[in-house]
T-cell receptor
């Protein structure tokens, strides 16, 4: 199936730094979702976005639904070691299908 | 969020045998369930989409006779890997959505399959 373009592919940051990652699509989406996956576990939903331009926060996480409906970003402020994991974006198309991003692997160095 | 339980979390089987993986929605009725395969450090690859009471829709390149999917109730879907081979070893994950118009998909914990 189709996959979204997610960048960066991996990040190595110092504890306390902010993180930013984004997803882009060639087609319009009705919903953007951000998930985090720990090793050996299934993805856990972090934030769901439903409207173009919507900006939503969940603790230190902030995500936005792009105005063009073709992109979304996720920011993590003041990173901590437990933020380590793989972050995936997902989008629901106008045809009601889900597509996943290629993932961003985050490593936080204490 | 809603709870999706996947069982078993790990399974080791001999080459040529079949393995069944269960995916249950514990606190909602899942009209649609999805099955994914994930290789190490890679993204989720959708294998098939199943709607309760109907045949699953398989993604291109996924053998439906190899990966049998049954979604017989609103809370249970099963994936059976038939005549497993070592190359079928992978991490399999299910997700489920309810029929109430919610667009989020909630994931199971995943199943690590090792075929020896």
């Amino acid at each position: 199936g189709q996959q979204l373009n997610q960048s960066p592919q991996s990040m190595f940051i110092q504890e306390g730094e902010d993180v930013s990652m984004n997803c882009t699509s060639s087609s319009i989406f009705n919903t953007w979702l951000w998930y985090k996956q720990d090793p050996g576990e299934g993805p856990v939903l972090l934030i769901a976005l439903y409207k173009a331009g919507e900006l939503t926060s969940n603790g230190r996480l902030t995500a936005q639904f792009g105005i063009t409906r073709k992109d979304s970003f996720l920011n993590i402020s003041a990173s901590i070691p437990s933020d380590v994991g793989i972050y995936f974006c997902a989008g629901r198309s106008t045809g009601n299908q889900f597509y996943f991003g290629t993932g961003t692997s985050l490593t936080v160095i204490p | 969020g809603a709870v999706v339980s996947q069982h078993p979390s790990r399974v080791i089987c001999k080459s040529g045998t079949s393995v069944k993986i269960e995916c249950r929605s514990l606190d909602f009725q899942a009209t649609t369930m999805f099955w994914y395969r994930q290789f190490p450090k890679k993204s989720l690859m959708l294998m098939a989409t199943s709607n309760e009471g109907s045949k699953a829709t398989y993604e291109q390149g996924v053998e439906k006779d190899k990966f049998l999917i049954n979604h017989a109730s609103l809370t249970l879907s099963t994936l059976t890997v038939t005549s497993a081979h070592p190359e079928d070893s992978s991490f399999y994950i299910c997700s489920a959505r309810d029929g109430q118009g919610h667009t989020e998909a909630f994931f199971g914990q995943g199943t690590r399959l090792t075929v020896v």
